[in-house]
T-cell receptor
């Protein structure tokens, strides 16, 4: 199947700093990518839809100025958590659409201290 | 997007078939039924999807009722590696939004 990668897999940062997470589709081009977050023992929550060459569409309640999404090419989307706080600590997962299937990355564990 | 209802947890004996039910009584005519699973601390894995007809692939079978209000995912010979949270999701075509909205899923435990 298609492969989606994320980098880094784990990151620890200090409160107030910004963190960038990359999502790449390795063997296909993805016009649309999605970003999710997942808290422990909870389901995935869709944060935003990222479309190549245009602004991301954020789900209700997700702060677009805090979670900056850039989809500059057909194989790369980035999520930047700005001015991170401990409550932003979570598992962030991206996915990319290919025909009828949506392929997920392995996730990035963010810990804000 | 239509919502789905799944039992929170199920057990299955290794080697036996695992039958995971899902209710989606408000599904629209152009919405697909998708199944994904998530093994602890990993990204979700696609299993199968269908619109009206039953579907089978190397991982599982998907049985959709004639009225499309419910479906069952069947893992024919469950192994310990099938222990995971299984999500049933109803999804509109990508050109109409196509977002995957995850519910709480069913935590399947396969036991020796």
């Amino acid at each position: 199947g298609a492969v989606v990668s994320q980098h880094p897999s784990r990151v620890i940062c200090k409160s107030g700093t910004s963190v960038k997470i990359e999502c790449r589709s390795l063997d296909f081009q993805a016009t649309t990518m999605f970003w999710y977050r997942q808290f422990p023992k909870k389901s995935l929550m869709l944060m935003a839809t990222s479309n190549e060459g245009s602004k991301a569409t954020y789900e209700q309640g997700v702060e677009k100025d805090k979670f900056l999404i850039n989809h500059a090419s057909l194989t790369l989307s980035t999520l930047t958590v700005t001015s991170a706080h401990p409550e932003d600590s979570s598992f962030y997962i991206c996915s990319a659409d290919r025909e009828y299937e949506q392929y997920f990355g392995p996730g990035t564990r963010l810990t804000v201290t | 997007d239509a919502k789905t209802t799944q039992p929170p947890s199920m057990d299955c004996a290794e080697g036996r078939a695992a039958n995971l039910p899902c209710n989606h009584s408000t599904i629209s005519g152009n919405e697909y039924v998708y199944w994904y699973r998530q093994i602890h601390s990993q990204g979700p894995q696609y299993i199968i999807h269908g619109l009206k007809n039953n579907e089978t692939n190397e991982m599982a079978s998907l049985i959709i009722t004639e009225d499309r209000k419910s479906s069952t995912l069947i893992l024919p010979h469950a192994t310990l590696r099938d222990t995971a949270v299984y999500y049933c999701i109803v999804r509109s075509p990508l050109r109409q939004g196509g977002k995957l909205i995850f519910g709480q899923g069913t935590e399947l435990s396969v036991k020796p």
